[in-house]
């Protein structure tokens, strides 16, 4: 079966309401029943409780508290590099950006002005520079950290679909990335602009930062944007600056010539936070 006859089932789920009635779930206190199913969850996807602060299931009180777990101080040590990944996962792309197109999937590339939400000033500063996409499935750590320092500027929420973002459905839905609803993160860094989006999905009952707490819900159905400039807010390089209430992707856009992604790199390829994602450019 194809891909894209492969997901045609996405296009008639009510994926809203799915998602809405996730999210309630999710925050549920329900005592054995939340226990016995963050149980199943685990087992079902092999999650690595060793790597969390508290590795205890029982001790999580809803299945959000649980998704959202912290890790042990020690288990992703940064690497030496300008540029660290900001998450577990998998490598979905990375690469040029090709004056303003990203690529998602072989015969399906998108805009970085229809990625920030029909911002062409601020997707104006990415031409021809990279982007990496990176995919966070079920069973990874899903707080975001900064790749590299950087001052916040802007928040733009971007209402949208809710296809899933697994591997499959990027090869079957045309400008996956810039349909579905977004959180775009700008930041000013020394290096020069750059963005960090955060791509909802199916079951993705929410996201959030650490300077705005929960941004969805609500979902009033139009953009919403927050400014910065005016404030000192300021991560650096590792710090947390959001999360994934169940599990999605990120992208990445950087200006050109701002860094050389890691030669080991490859699409597909497992990648956990603190681990090399590049250098600047001509840094050996």
């Not at 197109?101 to 990625?115: E, P, V």
């Not at 963005?195 to 139009?222: C, D, E, K, Q």
């Not at 490859?266 to 956990?272: E, T």
Request: charged share 20%; aromatic share 10%; with cysteine.
């Amino acid at each position: 079966m194809s891909d894209r006859l492969a997901v045609l089932p996405q296009y008639l789920l009510p994926k809203q309401a799915l998602t809405a009635l996730a999210g309630k779930l999710a925050n549920a206190k329900a005592g054995r029943l939340t226990t016995g199913l963050i149980r199943w969850f685990v087992g079902r996807y092999g999650v690595n409780m060793m790597d969390a602060a508290n590795p205890d299931i029982a001790g999580y009180k809803t299945f959000n508290e649980f998704f959202t777990r912290p890790l042990r101080a020690d288990a992703r040590p940064f690497a030496e590099a300008d540029f660290l990944c900001p998450v577990d996962g998998a490598i979905s792309q990375f690469g040029a950006i090709e004056r303003d197109q990203i690529f998602q999937a072989k015969g399906h590339r998108y805009s970085t002005t229809a990625l920030v939400g029909g911002d062409r000033e601020l997707a104006a500063q990415f031409e021809n520079g990279d982007f990496a996409t990176l995919y966070l499935s079920p069973r990874d750590y899903h707080r975001i950290h900064m790749p590299c320092d950087g001052k916040l500027l802007r928040m733009i929420h971007v209402p949208g679909a809710l296809f899933s973002v697994n591997p499959a459905t990027a090869r079957g839905v045309p400008g996956l990335f810039a349909r579905n609803e977004r959180v775009v993160c700008v930041f000013a860094t020394a290096d020069g602009p750059f963005v960090l989006t955060l791509v909802g999905a199916t079951i993705v009952g929410s996201m959030a930062t650490v300077w705005h707490g929960v941004v969805n819900p609500p979902r009033p159905g139009v953009i919403r944007e927050w400014r910065y400039e005016e404030q000192n807010i300021a991560l650096k390089r590792g710090d947390e600056m959001g999360r994934f209430l169940l599990g999605s992707t990120v992208v990445m856009l950087f200006a050109k010539n701002t860094l050389a992604f890691n030669p080991a790199w490859q699409p597909a390829d497992a990648i956990r936070m603190g681990e090399a994602m590049g250098n600047r450019p001509g840094k050996t």
